[in-house]
Nanobody, 123 residues
Framework: QVQLVESGGGLVQAGGSLRLSCAASGRAFTSYTMGWFRQAPGKEREFVAAISGGSRNIEYADSVKGRFTISRDNAKNTVYLQMNSLKPEDTAVYYC????????????????WGQGTQVTVSS
C-alpha cells in the first residue's frame, strides 16, 4: 500500500515556473515507477512524465519535453516535477501515481494515486 500526497501547485503567469512534489508513504519506494499525470476540465487524464525506481528510465509527453523535468529522491520518498516555461494549456489538476513495472505512459499501469494539486497558468 502506498499513499501519495502532492504539493506545490498554484497560480503562475505564462512563462513562469513551479515545482510539484509528491511525498510517498509506505515501504519499498524504490520498487515503484512514479508518474505525473494531469487532467484539464472536460478532458481525459493524460500522461505527463514518469521515472523508474533508480531514475535510469524517464519518459515525457511530447507536449512537455524540454520544459518539464521529473526527478526523485529515494532517501526522502519524494518525486518532483519541475515545470518551466509554463503555458496556459498546462492548466490542469496534476496527479502523482505509483506503479510496479517499467516506465509506461499509460494510467492503466499505475495502482496508486494522489488527490491532485491544481496548477493554473494565466496568460
Amino acid at each position: 500500500q502506498v499513499q501519495l500526497v502532492e504539493s506545490g501547485g498554484g497560480l503562475v503567469q505564462a512563462g513562469g515556473s513551479l515545482r510539484l512534489s509528491c511525498a510517498a508513504s509506505g515501504r519499498a519506494f524504490t520498487s515503484y515507477t512514479m508518474g505525473w499525470f494531469r487532467q484539464a476540465p472536460g478532458k481525459e487524464r493524460e500522461f505527463v512524465a514518469a521515472i523508474s525506481g533508480g531514475s535510469r528510465n524517464i519518459e515525457y509527453a511530447d507536449s512537455v519535453k524540454g520544459r518539464f523535468t521529473i526527478s526523485r529522491d529515494n532517501a526522502k520518498n519524494t518525486v518532483y516535477l519541475q515545470m518551466n516555461s509554463l503555458k496556459p494549456e498546462d492548466t490542469a489538476v496534476y496527479y502523482c501515481a505509483a506503479g510496479i513495472g517499467p516506465v509506461i505512459p499509460s494510467r492503466r499501469y499505475y495502482d496508486y494515486w494522489g488527490q491532485g494539486t491544481q496548477v493554473t497558468v494565466s496568460s
